[in-house]
C-alpha cells in the first residue's frame, strides 16, 4: 500500500508558477500510474493530468495544455506537475493520485480508477 504526500501548493499572481511535488512510501512507485486531480469550492473533483508507469505518456485536460508538465522520478518516489502561467481559475485544492498498473504505458484519467489520494495541496492564483 503506497501512501502520497503532496507539497508544493501556495499562493501565486496570475500567469506566475508553481511546481507540486508528490512523494510517495510504503510501495514499489515504479509499479504505479499517477495522477493529478484538482477541486475547487463548489465544484466536484476534476482530471489535471496523468502519467504512466514508465513515464513516457502523458495525458492532460484541455485547460492546462500547454502550461502543465506531469513528470515523475522512479528513482526518488516522486511525482511532479509544473504549472506554468497559472490563471485565477487554476485556483484549488490539488491531489495527488496513484494506481497500480501492469501496463507500462497506460495513464488513467478518471478519479475511480485511482486506488491511494494524497491529502492535497491549496494552491491560489490571484489576479
Known amino acids: 500500500q503506497v501512501q502520497l504526500v503532496e507539497s508544493g501548493g501556495g499562493l501565486v499572481q496570475a500567469g506566475g508558477s508553481l511546481r507540486l511535488s508528490c512523494a510517495a512510501s510504503?510501495?514499489?512507485?515504479?509499479?504505479?500510474?499517477i495522477g493529478w486531480f484538482r477541486q475547487a469550492p463548489g465544484k466536484e473533483r476534476e482530471f489535471v493530468a496523468s502519467?504512466?508507469?514508465?513515464?513516457?505518456?502523458?495525458y492532460y485536460t484541455n485547460s492546462v495544455k500547454g502550461r502543465f508538465t506531469i513528470s515523475r522520478d522512479n528513482a526518488k518516489n516522486t511525482g511532479n506537475l509544473q504549472m506554468n502561467s497559472l490563471k485565477p481559475e487554476d485556483t484549488a485544492v490539488y491531489y495527488c493520485?496513484?494506481?497500480?498498473?501492469?501496463?507500462?504505458?497506460?495513464?488513467?484519467?478518471?478519479?475511480?480508477?485511482?486506488?491511494?489520494w494524497g491529502q492535497g495541496t491549496q494552491v491560489t492564483v490571484s489576479s
Open positions: 510504503g510501495g514499489t512507485f515504479s509499479n504505479y500510474a
Open positions: 502519467i504512466s508507469v514508465s513515464g513516457g505518456t502523458s
Open positions: 493520485a496513484a494506481v497500480p498498473s501492469t501496463l507500462r504505458w497506460r495513464y488513467y484519467t478518471q478519479s475511480r480508477e485511482y486506488s491511494y
